[in-house]
């Protein structure tokens, strides 16, 4: 089931974010959904999944997806690890009260910082 709000693809806008995250760090990113979530729901469940930039596969990921949490409206996933000069995608995929999915993907760009 897709939100009702949910946009049409961006081919120009692939990511949600892009952030730099050095190798040594350890740290939160957050996703406010609000833009996104039907007026009255809240985020019910979220589910963070690391790739390597590019691939489909999460099975040779260096960088650590320690947490996801979320409040009624946005979520935060902790991260760790990640070589350097690699870039990842963390795809957060959310299950709200009324029954929706939805997700985003953060891009992280790990380098020594």
């Known amino acids: 089931m897709r939100y009702p709000l949910s946009q049409p693809w ?4 692939r990511y949600h974010a892009a952030y730099r995250k050095d190798p040594d760090s350890v740290m939160p990113y957050t996703i406010n959904w609000d833009a996104i979530i039907p007026a009255g729901d809240a985020i019910d469940t979220a589910v963070s999944t690391a790739y390597v930039h590019g691939s489909t596969s999460t099975t040779t990921t260096d960088i650590t997806v320690d947490s996801t949490s979320s409040s009624d409206r946005t979520t935060s996933t902790v991260l760790s690890s990640g070589l350097d000069n690699v870039d990842y995608d963390i795809r957060v995929r959310i299950t709200t009260d009324a029954g929706y999915e ?6 992280i760009k790990c380098r020594h910082l």
């Open 10 to 13: 961006d081919e120009q806008r």
């Open 102 to 107: 939805d997700d985003r993907t953060l891009h």
